[in-house]
């Protein structure tokens, strides 16, 4: 009992110098009503850890198996969209991007998404993405991009990623220095 005590000690402090004074019995009391309140959402904070370490488990994992933990993994977490995020992002983290796409879509199809996970949702869908725009966040990017393009002397994919970023961006007059590196290409 003496993870308890500290714990409902520690609950005192912190409601005296909040300015609120119980009793001596009431502070337990108070320390086991937060516990029961909190515990569901500890309990769903739990089941995303031992999500996240399947999923490490199953980088060494190979075929059927390394499926069946990663099905396991996405079950411990399903409805939960901090869970599913979680997930998502280990999964891209480890390179399975089949894994991140199923917890995406599950993601997706919650009711209740705030701005904040909506916001994630995005980024996610945009980490997906192979076409290096898609994870271009500014008009600036693509001009980075396009620069290295042409670089490398892929001037038809520049101007491609070009004319993409115009109907992205149609305002961005960051796009014309862009168009002049395509264009000093062309004429060397």
Not at 82 to 87: E, K
């Given at each position: 009992m003496g993870g308890m005590g500290g714990m409902t000690e520690a609950v005192g402090q912190l409601l005296a110098a909040a300015?609120?004074?119980?009793?001596p019995w009431a502070v337990p009391a108070f320390a086991l009503a937060?516990?029961?309140?909190?515990?569901?959402?500890?309990l769903r904070n739990m089941r995303t850890g031992q999500a996240r370490k399947l999923l490490g488990r199953s980088r060494v994992a190979e075929g059927a198996e390394r499926e069946?933990?990663?099905?396991?993994?996405?079950?411990?977490?399903?409805?939960?969209g901090?869970?599913?995020?979680?997930?998502a992002e280990e999964a891209l983290r480890i390179n399975r991007k089949p894994l991140a796409r199923a917890a995406i879509a599950q993601l997706a199809q919650l009711p209740d998404l705030?701005?904040?996970?909506?916001?994630?949702?995005?980024?996610?869908?945009?980490?997906?993405?192979?076409?290096p725009l898609a994870k271009a966040p500014t008009p600036e990017a693509v001009v980075i991009l396009v620069e290295q393009l042409v670089e490398n002397g892929m001037v038809a994919e520049a101007e491609r990623k070009l004319a993409h970023a115009?109907?992205?961006w149609p305002a961005a007059i960051q796009l014309d220095e862009a168009a002049a590196t395509i264009d000093r290409a062309a004429s060397a």
């Open positions: 300015g609120i004074t119980l009793p937060l516990m029961v309140l909190l515990l569901p959402r500890l069946a933990i990663e099905a396991q993994a996405l079950a411990l977490v399903a409805g939960h901090p869970g599913l995020l979680g997930v705030g701005p904040g996970l909506k916001r994630e949702l995005r980024r996610l869908h945009a980490a997906l993405q192979d076409d115009r109907k992205r």
